[in-house]
């Protein structure tokens, strides 16, 4: 089992910059992607970047892409999303994701562990 922690969230003005921390406990040393999701009022999930241990393969999306920049610090089992340039749109609960096998991908079906999510709000 792999259990995950989000914090970094909060209110911040268009143009602002957050940074989103997950920090990953029980088996983390097997978490081989790790990724971030989003999910605004209304709507479905949505992916927003993942990262694979090693960090040797990334993925964005098209909507967070030159914005937002995810990383790992593997001794520290933490996954973390710097987010740029904030516009009101980005508006969401932020979750953390993980699974323990496989490289990136963007379904959110195909990853088992989830943290809690965190409240990340743009104003304009």
């Known amino acids: 089992q792999v259990q995950l922690v989000e914090s970094g969230g909060g209110l911040v003005q268009a143009g602002g910059s957050l940074r989103l921390s997950c920090a990953a406990s029980g088996r983390a040393f097997s978490t081989s992607v790790m990724g971030w999701f989003r999910q605004a009022p209304g709507k479905e999930r949505e992916f927003v970047a993942a990262s694979t241990r090693s960090g040797g393969n990334i993925d964005y999306a098209d909507s967070v892409q030159g914005r937002f920049t995810i990383s790992r610090d593997n001794a520290k089992n933490t996954v973390y999303l710097q987010m740029n340039s904030l516009k009101p749109e980005d508006t969401a609960v932020y979750y953390c994701?993980?699974?323990?096998?496989?490289?990136?991908?963007?379904?959110?079906?195909?990853?088992?562990?989830w943290g809690q999510g965190t409240q990340v709000t743009v104003s304009s």
């Open positions: 994701a993980a699974d323990t096998s496989g490289s990136v991908r963007r379904p959110y079906t195909q990853y088992r562990y």
